[in-house]
């Protein structure tokens, strides 16, 4: 889930977030929906496609997340 938000955050389609996460469609679609169930994400229409992004609460949950890993090292990045 953290990763779909990190990939949203300036905005994605749907096939851009279902590639750079590498999920399948059925995956992908359970977790935006998930996801938009509980304001992380948020859908925006732009240019008659659906557009999704991170949401304010998405962006709190992220750093949350965030350092927890780092509090239990399992944080990526060090």
């Given at each position: 889930?953290?990763?779909?938000?990190?990939?949203?955050k300036?905005?994605?389609?749907?096939?851009?977030?279902?590639?750079?996460?590498?999920?399948?469609?059925?995956?992908?679609?359970?977790?935006?929906?998930?996801?938009?169930?509980?304001?992380?994400?948020?859908?925006?229409?732009?240019?008659r496609?659906?557009?999704?992004?991170?949401?304010?609460?998405?962006?709190?949950?992220?750093?949350?997340?965030?350092?927890?890993?780092?509090l239990?090292?399992?944080?990526?990045?060090?």
């Open positions: 889930m953290a990763e779909i938000l990190t990939i949203a300036d905005g994605c389609l749907k096939t851009q977030i279902m590639y750079r996460a590498n999920l399948s469609f059925a995956q992908l679609n359970e977790y935006l929906s998930f996801l938009t169930k509980l304001c992380l994400l948020k859908v925006q229409n732009e240019n496609k659906n557009t999704y992004r991170t949401t304010a609460k998405g962006d709190k949950y992220l750093k949350k997340y965030e350092d927890i890993a780092d239990l090292g399992t944080n990526e990045e060090n």
